[in-house]
């Protein structure tokens, strides 16, 4: 694994916000204010306004961006926000998510300007989560989002929808009041899509359904970086969200992710610090043992009830959201599919 460098620059942008650096040539007016950082809420998944960022140098000119917390909390299975990161070419620069609201967008925007004075050319969402794309309403027109297809027209016929569940577990005072949706500039097929930056080529590989239709994973080949969205949502004790059901194709795809890659990439996950691609292997078993068990259940003929209290998986559990991800989406989405 490639030698790592963390940013020098965390403590500076905590204190003067998320305004450009000196030599920045790009202008973020929605960034002109500092943040105003509030205490977690233990109502919320995690609490937007109340998280920090940091940037990781994975490769030369290639960032991972993510939640400070996380080497202590995603060990011990509390929720981390969004990751995210930017690869750095000598025509500009391609960025990953643009999180859920205003606060974080700054904040990710000026570790990319801590590092480089090269304009942001991309930015590539990986799926239609609102804490993925959210941001994409502060872009300059100068920017070009980067979608897949079916992403893109998910976000333009569910967008109030997921506004609506982003502040349910969010919550409504994080300023996801002021995000209006976003049309993708480049919308991309099933065969995936590439960039080269000028000096470093920038993949975004489609490997079928992940967690969502339109999932993408956007891949450095030369730094053997891979970044997985929610596909991967982060380290073991973490399990997958599957909102939109589909755990045995959300299964596949994670093992096609996870073969295709050397064993020496780095794993950027969906709300997580950067990993080895055996990370993948814990949420795989999840989902395997998930999927038995409910299938068991089934074939005895148990009601959906009896089928959460069956399929207790004890060698997986440690998430904090364990209560809501598997017995009350994962498990109840996977019985309905069965029962169709």
């Keep these: 694994m490639q030698r790592r460098r963390f940013s020098?620059?965390?403590?500076?942008?905590?204190?003067?916000?998320?305004?450009a650096a000196p030599e920045a040539t790009q202008t973020f007016r929605a960034c002109d204010?500092?943040?105003?950082?509030?205490?977690?809420?233990?109502?919320?998944a995690w609490t937007p306004n109340a998280i920090r960022l940091v940037s990781e140098e994975l490769a030369p000119g290639v960032f991972a961006i993510y939640d400070r917390d996380a080497a202590e909390h995603g060990p011990?299975?509390?929720?981390?926000?969004?990751?995210?990161?930017?690869?750095?070419?000598?025509?500009?620069?391609?960025?990953?998510?643009?999180?859920?609201?205003r606060q974080l967008f700054c904040q990710a925007v000026a570790l990319v300007q801590a590092e480089t004075d090269r304009p942001i050319r991309y930015v590539?969402?990986?799926?239609?989560?609102?804490?993925?794309?959210?941001?994409?309403?502060?872009?300059?027109?100068?920017?070009?989002?980067?979608?897949?297809?079916?992403?893109?027209?998910?976000?333009?016929?569910?967008?109030?929808?997921?506004?609506?569940?982003?502040?349910?577990?969010?919550?409504?005072?994080?300023?996801?009041?002021?995000i209006e949706p976003v049309a993708a500039d480049i919308r991309v097929g099933d065969d995936g899509w590439s960039v080269?930056?000028?000096?470093?080529?920038?993949?975004?590989?489609?490997?079928?359904?992940?967690?969502?239709?339109?999932?993408?994973?956007?891949y450095v080949p030369d730094a053997k970086v891979l970044w997985t969205g929610n596909a991967l949502v982060n380290e073991e004790p973490a399990i997958p969200w599957l909102l939109a059901g589909n755990g045995s194709a959300a299964e596949v795809t994670l093992t096609a992710v996870r073969d295709s890659l050397p064993a020496d990439a780095i794993v950027v996950p969906?709300?997580?610090?950067?990993?080895?691609?055996?990370?993948?292997?814990?949420?795989?078993?999840?989902?395997?043992?998930?999927?038995?068990?409910?299938?068991?259940?089934?074939?005895?003929?148990?009601?959906?009830e009896?089928?959460?209290?069956?399929?207790?998986?004890?060698?997986?559990?440690?998430?904090?959201?364990?209560?809501?991800?598997h017995d009350q989406v994962n498990v109840p989405n996977t019985y309905a599919e069965l029962n169709q």
């Design 8 to 19: 020098p620059v965390l403590l500076a942008l905590l204190v003067a916000g998320c305004g």
């Design 33 to 44: 204010g500092a943040p105003t950082f509030v205490e977690p809420n233990p109502a919320y």
């Design 76 to 101: 011990a299975g509390i929720p981390l926000a969004t990751s995210g990161g930017f690869v750095v070419g000598d025509d500009g620069v391609l960025m990953v998510e643009s999180m859920i609201n």
């Design 124 to 178: 590539v969402n990986t799926s239609s989560h609102g804490d993925h794309t959210f941001g994409n309403v502060f872009l300059p027109d100068d920017v070009e989002v980067v979608q897949h297809e079916q992403t893109a027209e998910y976000i333009s016929a569910h967008f109030d929808e997921d506004v609506a569940f982003m502040e349910a577990n969010f919550g409504a005072d994080q300023g996801i009041d002021e």
């Design 196 to 218: 080269d930056l000028g000096g470093v080529t920038v993949e975004a590989r489609h490997y079928g359904f992940a967690q969502t239709p339109g999932d993408l994973f956007v």
């Design 270 to 304: 969906g709300h997580g610090r950067p990993l080895a691609p055996a990370a993948m292997d814990f949420s795989i078993g999840y989902l395997r043992a998930m999927l038995m068990g409910v299938e068991e259940a089934v074939a005895d003929g148990l009601d959906l």
């Design 306 to 325: 009896a089928t959460v209290a069956a399929v207790e998986l004890p060698d997986y559990q440690g998430y904090r959201l364990w209560d809501w991800i």
